[in-house]
């Protein structure tokens, strides 16, 4: 199989559907978003996590290969045949616990912080304002998306923020009130 197939070269791709779309549909776009979000958690990885976070952060990536799955399926064709592309309440739940988890290590929030930290906090603050960014470009989806991945998205969010300071703890650095 090649890489090329020459079939988006006039500005369009196809869903999971079959129906082709103009590469800046909405819907292209928020799964676009989704993939920056995917390629930043890479990036973080790369920084040399700790093997747990490292662990979380696969799982996760997993996770939005799921989610950019079903926003290019309007029509709701792959995630009743193919389960890795589902995701469901247990995976806003798994988010949660993890936050609880982190938040035990991590000082409570007094004030406002400002990203940064070491290379991987950093990246991770990066990742969570594409995910917010991704958040709202699914919000805006005509027909809507299943709550479920909307949630899910809201709590990762939350997730990367507290990874972001969980991770910067861990090395020793201090973060930055506003």
Same mark, same amino acid.
């Given at each position: 199989? +090649?890489?090329? #197939?020459?079939?988006?070269?006039?500005?369009?791709?196809?869903? *999971?559907?079959?129906?082709?779309? +103009? +590469?800046?549909?909405?819907?292209?776009?928020?799964?676009?978003?989704?993939?920056?979000l995917n390629a930043w958690l890479g990036f973080?990885?790369?920084?040399?996590?700790?093997?747990?976070?490292?662990? %979380?952060?696969? =799982? &996760?990536?997993?996770? =939005?290969?799921?989610?950019?799955?079903?926003?290019?399926?309007?029509?709701?064709?792959?995630?009743?045949?193919? #389960? +890795?592309?589902? =995701?469901?309440?247990?995976?806003?739940?798994?988010?949660?616990?993890? &936050?609880?988890?982190? %938040?035990?290590?991590?000082?409570?929030?007094?004030? *406002?912080?400002?990203?940064?930290?070491?290379?991987?906090?950093?990246?991770?603050?990066?990742?969570? #304002?594409?995910?917010?960014?991704?958040?709202?470009?699914?919000?805006? $989806? #005509?027909?809507?998306?299943?709550?479920v991945l909307l949630r899910y998205v809201n709590? $990762?969010?939350?997730? $990367? *923020?507290?990874?972001? !300071?969980?991770?910067?703890? !861990?090395?020793?650095?201090?973060?930055?009130?506003?």
């Open positions: 199989m +090649k890489l090329y #197939t020459r079939t988006g070269d006039s500005g369009q791709t196809s869903l *999971f559907d079959g129906t082709r779309v +103009k +590469k800046d549909d909405p819907r292209v776009d928020a799964y676009g978003e989704v993939d920056e973080a990885r790369a920084c040399e996590l700790d093997p747990d976070l490292e662990a %979380e952060l696969v =799982l &996760i990536q997993r996770d =939005l290969f799921a989610l950019g799955a079903q926003i290019a399926d309007p029509a709701d064709k792959i995630a009743n045949r193919v #389960t +890795k592309a589902a =995701l469901g309440d247990e995976d806003v739940v798994r988010l949660e616990q993890l &936050i609880d988890r982190l %938040e035990t290590e991590v000082p409570p929030l007094r004030r *406002f912080i400002l990203a940064g930290g070491t290379q991987a906090g950093a990246a991770l603050h990066l990742a969570r #304002t594409v995910c917010r960014r991704a958040e709202r470009r699914i919000v805006s $989806l #005509t027909p809507p998306t299943d709550p709590r $990762l969010s939350d997730l $990367l *923020f507290v990874l972001a !300071r969980a991770v910067n703890h !861990r090395e020793g650095a201090p973060e930055t009130e506003w």
